[in-house]
């Protein structure tokens, strides 16, 4: 199945900016869904962003308006520009996708990448 391979988290103050990417090992397929969820130490996962193929986009109420998702349909990629952050957004972000090929659904995650947001 495909991988996804993350990049861009870090360390940022209050109010800063990061910009997270996301790329699946393959292309040339389409990907139904591409997305991220975060997970912060002893909460459950929870959704930040995802977008499907045709463009549609679905925000987590917490970062509506801070963040935006964008994909590259061609390239399975996804990224994510998060601005204005806050220490509450510190976490592990999860880049995942969602997709079938013949018969078969699959839902892959990426190994996630540290964001910490420091006040």
């Known amino acids: 199945q495909v991988q996804l391979v993350e990049s861009g988290g870090g360390l940022v103050q209050a109010g800063g900016s990061l910009r997270l990417s996301c790329a699946a090992s393959?292309?040339?397929?389409?990907?139904?869904?591409m997305g991220w969820y975060r997970q912060a130490p002893g909460k459950q996962r929870e959704l930040v962003a995802v977008?499907?193929?045709?463009?549609?986009?679905n925000y987590g109420d917490s970062v509506k308006g801070r963040f935006t998702v964008s994909r590259d349909n061609a390239k399975n990629t996804v990224s994510l520009q998060m601005n204005s952050l806050k220490p509450e957004d510190t976490a592990t972000y999860y880049c995942?996708?969602?997709?079938?090929?013949?018969?078969?659904?699959?839902?892959?995650w990426g190994q996630g990448t540290q964001v910490t947001v420091s006040s």
């Open positions: 977008m499907s193929w045709g463009g549609s986009t």
């Open positions: 995942n996708a969602g997709y079938t090929k013949g018969p078969k659904w699959y839902d892959v």
């Open positions: 393959e292309s040339g397929f389409s990907i139904n869904t």
